[in-house]
């Protein structure tokens, strides 16, 4: 019978051309080997399987493809965003294959987990030629005892190259890959903003050797070990080369090797979420134009991650010295002497007045102890923006402050706030709070997530941080984090009101974020004072591995520097509500509202 040709997903190969042959290297599909003995392959360019993420393609789906494709096949997936089953939880079934992007950019080819699964999987004892190049891992999540939310690698040696994995998360070990006696190879990579209980960046176990080249592992967290990398085991090694990573964070009884210039440095990410806002697709890693990752930046003369320069300027509202405003870059804005308000804020409406640039802080100062029936207005040691708390642990209850905060030149002249939160009540238990200022005109809700309120004083405060409001409150769930986080007033937004008449309303520029064992959100940026870095700007060496730190958790390093010491039970008072309750003078504060026991 004449052999009329091979079914190859939607294309009828002719069978005259070498696609039989066994050579896995000529093979374009699912050839069995009929060419006659004695028989020279000649080598075919076989054409790329190509995948869409609506399906259009040559497969469904990613896992359609490498099912059905035989070894040696470069399967390119179109750009765009893929999701659901069969476009996660990749199995390469120990396969010889290359799954690539087309564009050759991991920012244009997205493979988002969407929080259920991982990426992908390679347990079948792939080895080098086994290729997964040019794509964004997004949001994976495993649960319970699950490994690796965005890679996991078993008893494998695949080769990873100008991938981004972020936003993945892991109950157990790797947050972004996961070893078990494997090596691949993680070339010019980006891990970063990924979660787990061990190895946020990357676990290593077994007799695993991972070589780590030109990537970036940064921004991790662990909430036991091993914000960035966790050798688990003295047989664990991992080798890294022209890579930027935090020494501090790797941990473990293993061996860092490291090769030339490892670079502890921010790499300055456009935006890059919290690690423990996980899992979550959100962020852009490209870098700025200051970041070491470029190549005229570094000792490597190349590039350091998966993604090169970018954040482009957005237009924002700038202040001029005569107080009107214009929308301008920051660049432009600073040009012009003025005061940029930051990117995106839309110049109010009559113009800049004393207020403008100003912005809400959320701050919990160290060591500052609740009782029940104190008072806290006067209490938020903080001296400047920079200087604030962001970020507590623990199941202590803990006494913050709303600060208002203005450019370190500006001239405030405050004589009210509007503002309204946001947390979730099944997380975190608002205990206790009052105002600062003379009046208070809040919503019936006040404070409900959701709700809001207005503070008003009799004299403008005329320094560059008041505080405006104190609360106490507790994660319910000591080690899970959450966050309480101001909000625009629901009804009257976020502004600050000077004393004309009528009053100018300058917007809230940023509203802040505290974090319960999880990173908070800062507004400082905004307000002229420089975001600082986890490392001076100064690009050092790596030091050996006898000059490491003590293997003590991200947990265990708040816990002894910010914990509160007072834990508060069973508080049953209610906030009042109604009129009579939402206009005060500031002797009266608002009493305990009952939200359960707290832990």
């Not at 120990?94 to 347990?123: E, H, M, N, W």
């Amino acid at each position: 019978m004449r052999d009329r040709g091979l079914l190859r997903g939607r294309r009828l190969l002719p069978a005259d051309r070498s696609v039989h042959c066994r050579d896995p290297g000529h093979v374009c599909g699912l050839g069995r080997g009929l060419s006659g003995n004695n028989t020279v392959c000649t080598p075919y360019p076989c054409p790329a399987i190509v995948v869409r993420p609506d399906g259009s393609g040559d497969y469904a789906t990613i896992q359609d493809a490498l099912d059905a494709c035989a070894p040696g096949t470069t399967i390119e997936l179109a750009a765009g965003v893929f999701v659901g089953p069969g476009n996660r939880d990749l199995d390469f079934r120990g396969k010889a294959l290359t799954l690539r992007s087309q564009a050759a950019t991991p920012d244009l080819c997205v493979i988002d987990c969407q929080g259920s699964g991982r990426g992908a999987y390679f347990a079948t004892g792939e080895g080098a030629d086994s290729r997964l190049e040019g794509v964004t891992i997004a949001a994976g999540r495993v649960t319970g005892s699950g490994r690796g939310a965005g890679i996991a690698c078993v008893g494998s040696s695949p080769h990873i190259e100008n991938c981004v994995i972020v936003g993945g998360r892991a109950d157990a070990d790797g947050g972004a890959i996961y070893c078990l006696d494997s090596a691949p190879t993680l070339l010019g990579c980006t891990l970063a903003a990924n979660r787990s209980a061990r190895g946020g960046g990357l676990f290593v176990s077994g007799a695993s050797t991972p070589q780590v080249e030109r990537s970036v592992v940064w921004g991790n967290c662990a909430d036991v070990i091993g914000d960035a990398i966790y050798l688990d085991g003295a047989a664990t090694q991992v080798t890294l080369t022209c890579t930027v990573v935090d020494t501090s964070e790797i941990e473990g009884a293993g061996s860092p090797i490291y090769g030339v210039e490892v670079v502890v440095d921010d790499p300055l990410f456009c935006s890059q979420p919290s690690c423990g806002a996980a899992p979550t697709s959100d962020g852009d890693f490209t870098v700025s134009a200051a970041s070491v990752c470029l190549p005229q930046a570094n000792g490597c003369g190349q590039q350091i991650g998966a993604l090169g320069e970018g954040c482009q300027p957005i237009p924002g509202a700038c202040c001029l010295g005569d107080d009107t405003c214009i929308t301008a870059v920051i660049d432009a804005c600073s040009a012009e002497g003025g005061q940029f308000l930051g990117e995106e804020v839309e110049c109010p409406p009559n113009g800049c007045g004393a207020n403008s640039g100003g912005v809400l802080l959320v701050h919990a100062t160290p060591g500052l102890q609740y009782s029940l029936g104190g008072e806290y207005c006067g209490d938020a040691v903080i001296t400047s923006c920079g200087g604030g708390v962001y970020e507590v642990a623990g199941a202590d209850t803990v006494v913050f402050h709303v600060v208002a905060a203005f450019p370190n030149d500006g001239a405030p002249g405050l004589s009210g706030v509007s503002f309204g939160i946001d947390y979730d009540p099944a997380a975190f238990a608002l205990i206790d709070g009052g105002s600062c200022a003379d009046f208070e005109l809040a919503q019936t809700a006040w404070p409900d997530s959701g709700s809001g309120t207005a503070v008003t004083w009799s004299v403008p405060r005329t320094t560059t941080l008041t505080e405006v409001y104190w609360f106490a409150g507790v994660n319910l769930n000591p080690g899970s984090p959450t966050r309480f986080a101001l909000i625009e007033h629901p009804e009257v937004g976020a502004f600050f009101a000077d004393n004309q008449i009528p009053a100018n309303l300058d917007p809230v520029v940023c509203l802040g974020t505290l974090g319960f064992d999880q990173p908070g959100a800062w507004c400082c940026v905004t307000v002229g004072v420089a975001t600082p870095r986890k490392r001076p700007p100064d690009r050092r060496r790596a030091p050996r591995r006898d000059a490491q730190p003590g293997s003590r958790s991200r947990g265990d390093r708040l816990r002894s520097s910010r914990s509160l010491s007072i834990r508060t039970r069973h508080l049953r008072r209610r906030w009042p509500s109604g009129p009579a309750a939402r206009c005060r003078r500031p002797a009266s504060r608002l009493a305990p509202r009952h939200l359960g026991s707290a832990r």
